[in-house]
T-cell receptor
Framework: AQKITQTQPGMFVQEKEAVTLDCTYD???????LFWYKQPSSGEMIFLIY??????QNATEGRYSLNFQKARKSANLVISASQLGDSAMYFC?????????FGKGTRLSVIA | EAGVAQSPRYKIIEKRQSVAFWCNPI?????LYWYQQILGQGPKLLIQ????????DSQLPKDRFSAERLKGVDSTLKIQPAKLEDSAVYLC??????????????FGPGTRLTVL
């Protein structure tokens, strides 16, 4: 069974607009962590944001925020004020008491 | 603070040849990971080390892949003999500690392997 599902293979957004990248997860463990990474064409995975299953508030890091809906098992990434440099692959990942498991990713293209 | 270093960045070999990748983690990071990322997919863990001991190598194809982390710092991943399906990006990551859900992994730039 797939642990992390990213249903949007590709997304387009206008520069300066906000965009939401979807991520749903599957776990029966009450303790888990959710991560988002950005992978530009250069190939390096860049850590963006973390949300713990017991965190009361949604995580935010600069222009990135995580819309965490525990009951729905979703952890969507919101990027505000998109920039051309945000064009990349975005991966959602989850960690239980197991290694980090990644989704298949969403390719975001920012249009000028 | 220096990031995770990997070399080479690119490698092209023929099937049945051998290849080795090198990784130097962030200073002070006890945990080191090797991932395989096939085109169009997310990274898949191959092996993880805590200091110089193997924590999980359940997804490592041990008939052809091997990895070591001597002295608990640098690590080498080897493929011998390579198959066409080994064409992928091999990512190395490191983190401070393993037994913590908040432990963030930091990745190197990866090695893109093409097997002809």
């Amino acid at each position: 069974a797939q642990k992390i599902t990213q249903t949007q293979p590709g997304m387009f957004v206008q520069e300066k607009e906000a965009v939401t990248l979807d991520c749903t997860y599957d776990t029966s463990d009450p303790s888990y962590g959710l991560f988002w990474y950005k992978q530009p064409s250069s190939g390096e995975m860049i850590f963006l944001i973390y949300q713990g299953s017991y965190d009361q508030q949604n995580a935010t890091e600069g222009r990135y925020s995580l819309n965490f809906q525990k009951a729905r098992k979703s952890a969507n990434l919101v990027i505000s004020a998109s920039q051309l440099g945000d064009s990349a692959m975005y991966f959602c990942a989850m960690r239980e008491r197991t290694p980090l498991v990644f989704g298949k990713g969403t390719r975001l293209s920012v249009i000028a | 603070e220096a990031g995770v270093a990997q070399s080479p960045r690119y490698k092209i070999i023929e099937k049945r040849q051998s290849v080795a990748f090198w990784c130097n983690p962030i200073s002070g990071h006890a945990t080191l990971y090797w991932y395989q990322q096939i085109l169009g997919q997310g990274p898949k863990l191959l092996i993880q080390f805590q200091n110089n001991g193997v924590v999980d190598d359940s997804q490592l194809p041990k008939d052809r892949f091997s990895a070591e982390r001597l002295k608990g710092v640098d690590s080498t991943l080897k493929i011998q003999p390579a198959k066409l399906e080994d064409s992928a990006v091999y990512l190395c990551a490191s983190s401070l500690r393993l037994a913590d859900l908040t432990d963030t992994q930091y990745f190197g730039p990866g090695t893109r392997l093409t097997v002809l």
